[in-house]
């Protein structure tokens, strides 16, 4: 069973980090983190999912997002991000992630680097983080964010006790760096 999350967290780790640097402009990712827990719900207008992991990761211009890996049987490669700006944590134990996209990969998006290029949903929503990223506690995240044609998101996420694996990846650009949840 172990094994079997293991592999799970490299192949969302991999589509995740690798993922943003298909463009030229795109930001690089510098900051990683694995939820270990368990979806207690996700939707996608009415209709449950289940899901293997979620992550969260922050890119070099300060984009956060929260991305879920879909249990399908058929698509390896399917997941859903809730993806926002200005984030904050109004208490030290809340973070607050607007959202104003989703982002949706499959296998059958084309593809940049071999690994599937997003389908960009603009939408409206909110992700609420319970837990302290600097302690790397979280014990609930809820994301939900509805699109201009009325489709709804909605993650539901209880984290199973143990401490978030984190990975801040090395900045390459000179200059302030992006506002973290982590710092």
Known sequence: MK????????????????TPTFASEAPDTVIFAMMPGKCSGFKVA?????CRAVAFFQTEEGRAHFTVALDDPNDDSHTITFSGDN????????????????LLKSKH???????????????????????????????????????????????????AGALMEVRRIKRMRVGSPALSPFD
Request: glycine share 8%; aromatic share 10%.
């Open 46 to 50: 009415g209709r449950e999912f289940a």
């Open 87 to 102: 984030g904050r944590r109004p208490e030290a134990n809340l973070y607050e992630l607007p959202i104003d996209r989703m």
């Open 3 to 18: 094994i079997r999350h293991f592999r799970q967290a490299l192949v969302l780790a991999g589509l995740v980090v690798a």
């Open 109 to 159: 998006r084309p593809k940049a680097y071999g690994l599937p290029i997003p389908f960009v949903e603009s939408t409206a929503g909110l992700c609420r983080q319970v837990g302290n990223f600097v302690t790397l506690e979280v014990s609930t995240i809820s994301c939900t964010a509805t699109d201009r044609n009325g489709k709804t998101y909605e993650l539901q996420y209880k984290s």
